[in-house]
């Protein structure tokens, strides 16, 4: 492949794929390179909240128009379920299908002029004079291709081969999380649970897990009989909380289960449920990596879920991702229009100094260090069933001081 881009995309997430819609739709060249055969293959729901990007990337009212619920509040479960708190977060969370939004976003940057390269593997980058120039792939027949551009967006989320080559490390970034989605779960019913669900687990209070890390179970309803819940483990006081430890796959899923079946509260939600979609993955927001631009002459920038990305606390993390590849796009753009030679002279300083001064890094900078107080409040100071319940008025009021 001769020709020449703009941007080469690297994985067709909302992150990727915001990126060629914003990059297309500002008279770039881009190509989206994704090793699945579609963007976002799994069955599952997703919530975002409102923010005036998604009305430009989507279209206006998209969000609103395509929610199958959109509550402002969440609902805090103590230990054991034993008490309960709603917190107003003053602003709507759409939940909605996640194929929905990734067929639409596919469109969007097709429309805009985006070229995509379905079952294709990035192998390694193209570097040249300290500088990333390009790509190597691998399409299905196993042949091995080169991309030459003028900047590569690595979004390939947590298993991105390029954010290891610079040092990654994903233990330190990614936090174990089991993802469910049913359709069949007569026990959710939108009317009486609308809200986002969620069940504080403090340190080693599971007799079947004794060393588990704190952790938080969730539910949210899609629609009456369909939800999307997990168990994400909270990793941030890992070092600092003794005789804790990751457990393996096979006790994870042994707690879920666990949960799912006994955990009061939490259990009910799936008491004459059927399971479509159950995984063991993770979600990346345990720490942020930094040095996004590796290349001392740029031309390569590690986005969203590759360097931790999201919001800390794990919600919303699908928009942050999404502003991040468009405040890229449009920066890269910018300097275009004052050199040709995008990456010449001291632009990858001056990138980073700009992108450590845009708001959306701050929030995210921001929401580490708040969820590093909240977890060690809740999970160290306050860390056994006894005590949070105890302290959970408190608790609670400083969250919704926090929302």
Same mark, same amino acid.
């Given at each position: =492949? $001769?020709?020449? !881009?703009?941007?080469?995309?690297?994985?067709?997430?909302? @992150?990727?794929?915001?990126?060629?819609? @914003?990059?297309?739709?500002?008279?770039?060249?881009?190509?989206?390179?994704?090793?699945?055969?579609?963007? +976002?293959?799994?069955?599952?729901?997703?919530?975002?909240?409102?923010y005036?990007?998604?009305?430009?990337?989507?279209?206006?009212?998209w969000?609103?128009? $395509?929610?199958?619920?959109?509550?402002?509040?969440?609902?805090?479960?103590?230990?054991?379920?034993?008490?309960?708190?709603?917190?107003?977060?003053?602003?709507?969370?759409?939940?909605f299908h996640?194929?929905?939004?990734?067929?639409?976003?596919?469109?969007?940057?097709?429309?805009?002029?985006?070229?995509?390269?379905?079952?294709?593997?990035?192998?390694?980058?193209?570097?040249? +004079?300290?500088?990333?120039?390009?790509?190597?792939?691998?399409?299905?027949?196993?042949? %091995?291709?080169?991309?030459? +551009?003028?900047?590569?967006l690595?979004? =390939?989320?947590?298993?991105?081969?390029?954010?290891?080559?610079?040092?990654?490390?994903?233990?330190?970034?990614?936090?174990? @999380?089991?993802?469910?989605?049913?359709?069949?779960?007569?026990?959710?019913? %939108?009317?009486e649970?609308?809200?986002?669900?969620?069940?504080?687990?403090?340190?080693?209070?599971?007799?079947?897990?004794?060393?588990?890390?704190?952790?938080?179970?969730?539910?949210?309803?899609?629609?009456?009989?369909?939800?999307?819940? +997990?168990?994400?483990?909270r990793?941030?006081?890992?070092?600092?909380?003794?005789?804790?430890?990751?457990?393996?796959?096979?006790?994870?899923?042994?707690?879920?289960?666990?949960?799912?079946?006994r955990?009061?509260?939490?259990?009910?939600?799936?008491?004459?449920?059927?399971?479509?979609?159950?995984?063991? @993955?993770?979600?990346?927001?345990?720490?942020? /990596?930094?040095?996004?631009?590796?290349?001392?002459?740029?031309?390569?920038?590690?986005?969203?879920?590759?360097?931790?990305?999201?919001?800390?606390?794990g919600?919303?993390?699908? !928009? /942050?991702? =999404?502003?991040?590849?468009?405040?890229?796009?449009?920066?890269?753009?910018?300097r275009?229009?004052?050199?040709?030679?995008?990456?010449?002279?001291? /632009?990858?300083?001056?990138?980073?100094?700009?992108?450590?001064k845009?708001?959306?890094?701050? !929030?995210?900078?921001?929401?580490y260090?708040? %969820?590093?107080?909240?977890?060690?409040?809740?999970?160290?100071?306050?860390?056994?069933?006894?005590?949070?319940?105890?302290?959970?008025?408190?608790?609670?009021?400083?969250?919704?001081?926090?929302?």
């Amino acid at each position: =492949m $001769n020709e020449r !881009y703009d941007f080469i995309i690297t994985g067709a997430g909302p @992150t990727g794929l915001a990126a060629a819609i @914003t990059a297309g739709r500002l008279g770039a060249s881009c190509i989206v390179l994704e090793k699945g055969c579609r963007p +976002g293959p799994e069955p599952r729901g997703e919530s975002i909240a409102q923010y005036e990007l998604m009305d430009e990337l989507l279209g206006r009212d998209w969000l609103k128009n $395509n929610a199958s619920n959109d509550p402002s509040f969440r609902r805090f479960h103590s230990p054991m379920d034993r008490k309960n708190t709603l917190i107003d977060v003053h602003k709507p969370y759409y939940f909605f299908h996640w194929r929905h939004l990734m067929d639409h976003m596919k469109a969007l940057a097709i429309e805009a002029g985006a070229k995509f390269l379905f079952e294709s593997e990035v192998l390694d980058l193209i570097e040249e +004079g300290k500088c990333c120039t390009g790509i190597k792939y691998k399409d299905k027949q196993n042949h %091995i291709h080169e991309i030459k +551009g003028t900047t590569v967006l690595g979004c =390939m989320g947590h298993k991105d081969p390029l954010g290891k080559k610079f040092g990654i490390i994903r233990e330190k970034i990614d936090c174990p @999380t089991i993802k469910y989605y049913t359709t069949h779960a007569p026990r959710v019913n %939108i009317s009486e649970h609308p809200n986002l669900q969620f069940y504080m687990i403090p340190p080693k209070m599971l007799e079947i897990a004794p060393n588990l890390p704190p952790a938080v179970a969730y539910v949210f309803p899609l629609a009456d009989g369909e939800m999307e819940a +997990g168990l994400m483990l909270r990793l941030g006081q890992l070092n600092s909380i003794k005789n804790i430890e990751i457990p393996d796959d096979n006790l994870m899923h042994k707690v879920w289960d666990h949960l799912t079946q006994r955990y009061p509260g939490f259990s009910e939600f799936f008491k004459g449920a059927q399971t479509n979609y159950k995984k063991l @993955t993770v979600i990346s927001n345990r720490q942020l /990596f930094k040095n996004i631009i590796p290349h001392e002459r740029g031309g390569l920038i590690l986005l969203g879920d590759t360097i931790g990305f999201s919001e800390a606390n794990g919600s919303s993390g699908l !928009y /942050f991702g =999404m502003a991040q590849a468009d405040f890229w796009v449009r920066l890269i753009l910018k300097r275009r229009k004052i050199q040709s030679d995008i990456w010449s002279e001291n /632009f990858a300083a001056t990138a980073r100094n700009d992108y450590q001064k845009g708001s959306v890094y701050k !929030y995210i900078k921001k929401s580490y260090r708040d %969820i590093v107080l909240a977890e060690k409040i809740m999970f160290k100071f306050c860390g056994s069933d006894r005590l949070l319940n105890r302290w959970w008025k408190p608790l609670m009021a400083l969250l919704q001081m926090k929302s």
